[in-house]
């Protein structure tokens, strides 16, 4: 025996309207006569906005410049280059705050 799939059985597909044997023997709609609205919406959370923020501003960034990654590797290399440590950690601090207040 085979089946046919009318329908993705989600709510809201459309689907055809098929006859059943009711237990009388008389023929019945599957579905019903006047479909019903629905009223789709969508709802984002706090961390989904955020996500959706920082993808926008990501991608307003432009490509890696290897000259200057090449050019900071070799003062690195060659004990040139000195981090400032209290400046990193302000800017850490900074944007910890910003994506909690977010």
């Known amino acids: 025996m085979s089946h046919k799939i009318e329908s993705t059985g989600l ?5 055809t309207p098929r006859s059943v044997r009711g237990s009388e023997g008389a023929s019945v709609s599957a579905l019903p006569s006047a479909p019903r609205q629905r009223d789709d919406s969508l709802r984002l959370t706090d961390d989904a906005r955020l996500v959706t923020d920082i993808r926008q501003a990501a991608a307003g960034i432009g490509d890696v410049d290897a000259g200057r990654v090449a050019s900071l590797r070799q003062a690195i290399d060659n004990g040139q280059y000195h981090a400032d440590a209290s400046v990193i950690a302000a800017k850490l601090l900074r944007v910890e705050w910003q994506l909690a207040a977010a």
């Open 11 to 15: 709510p809201g597909a459309v689907s």
